[in-house]
């Protein structure tokens, strides 16, 4: 009788400790619970409340109640690298993150299920909400962090004083995109019980394509600078050398100038000096002649020279009267 009441007793305990056991849970401050009777919700969320602790020891039916337990926490949604084009017709390699939590855990439950089926969904909404507003603005919106931001410009460039190489202005900026696709987003989202917190770029490539042209569009303004150079250099040149050829003619002309004014004067000098000597007195003027008609016949006549003379001329005049040398 006593081991059969001892039996009694344990399994009583045993079975007692089983139904309390099944009517107890916990809940901790990291999750939110619903409790679900044959797969249906019953009653409200508990701890789903910001404003409203209620993490601890609840009580349930047991055997007929579940406890389905909902990360409360906020949660990250790191989406794949996806290609995409961009207004003007360039692609792109657009790589974001974002943060969400769950807002409604009985929606969530009833439209999702489980965090899996989250992630897949958001994968959708956020890429298709992403390739949206990439493919509805210009590549430059979407590399420029913001519209405010300068960005700063090569030397060369400003060297140049050219428009070469300057970014056009922009009206957005990436911060403001990331603003479309999370505003774009949120009402979708929320529809599942989700409240997505924030979006963002991580990490935007261009393609290989893409890159090829960057390059040789730069490659093409520093040549477009270098023959600018060239250019003004050329110039410079042309100009100095200009300078250095009016210069030159200038001095030649002065230098010119001055001689034939020294010339005049040293031929109007000589002419005087002539003129006085030959006035001066008639032995004076005879002797000149002589002195010039000798140096005509050292000019114009050599041993070699033959040279007939008529009997009237002036020239031979002062051949009539030479007399043959006698000897000593």
């Not at 601890?56 to 990360?71: A, D, M, S, T, Y």
């Not at 995409?84 to 409604?104: C, E, G, P």
């Not at 393609?207 to 250099?233: H, N, T």
């Not at 000597?277 to 050292?298: I, R, W």
Request: charged share 25%.
């Amino acid at each position: 009788m006593k081991l059969t009441s001892l039996v009694i007793t344990a399994i009583i305990f045993v079975g007692g400790f089983i139904i309390i056991s099944s009517c107890l849970y916990t809940v901790d401050q990291t999750e939110q619970v619903f409790i679900t009777e044959f797969g249906k919700p019953v009653g409200d969320p508990i701890n789903s409340n910001p404003a409203k602790n209620e993490a601890g020891l609840h009580w349930k039916i047991p055997f007929i109640q579940q406890v389905n337990r909902i990360e409360k926490r906020i949660l990250g949604w790191d989406g794949p690298a996806t290609e995409m084009t961009t207004r003007d017709k360039l692609y792109v390699s657009v790589d974001n993150f974002a943060r969400w939590r769950i807002s409604n855990p009985l929606m969530y439950y009833e439209k999702l299920r489980d965090e899996r089926s989250a992630i897949s969904r958001l994968d959708d909404i956020i890429g298709s909400e992403t390739r949206s507003v990439i493919a509805a603005h210009d590549i430059i919106e979407v590399i420029r962090s913001d519209k405010d931001r300068k960005p700063a410009r090569d030397q060369a460039l400003t060297a140049a004083n050219s428009n070469l190489g300057l970014l056009p202005p922009i009206q957005f900026g990436r911060k403001t995109l990331d603003q479309q696709i999370l505003a774009a987003a949120q009402p979708i989202v929320a529809s599942w019980g989700i409240e997505l917190i924030d979006v963002r770029f991580k990490r935007i490539n261009y393609k290989p394509g893409v890159i090829d042209k960057i390059y040789a569009r730069m490659a093409s303004e520093r040549q477009q600078i270098a023959d600018r150079f060239r250019s003004e250099g050329a110039g410079e040149a042309a100009k100095i050398i200009g300078r250095k050829e009016r210069d030159l003619l200038s001095i030649q002309s002065e230098a010119y100038r001055k001689e034939q004014e020294i010339k005049g004067k040293a031929d109007a000098e000589a002419t005087g000096i002539y003129a006085e000597a030959y006035n001066s007195s008639p032995s004076a003027a005879d002797f000149y002649q002589f002195v010039k008609t000798l140096d005509t016949y050292n000019k114009t006549i050599g041993k070699d020279t033959t040279a007939i003379f008529t009997s009237n001329s002036d020239l031979f005049r002062l051949f009539k009267h030479i007399e043959p040398l006698k000897a000593p």
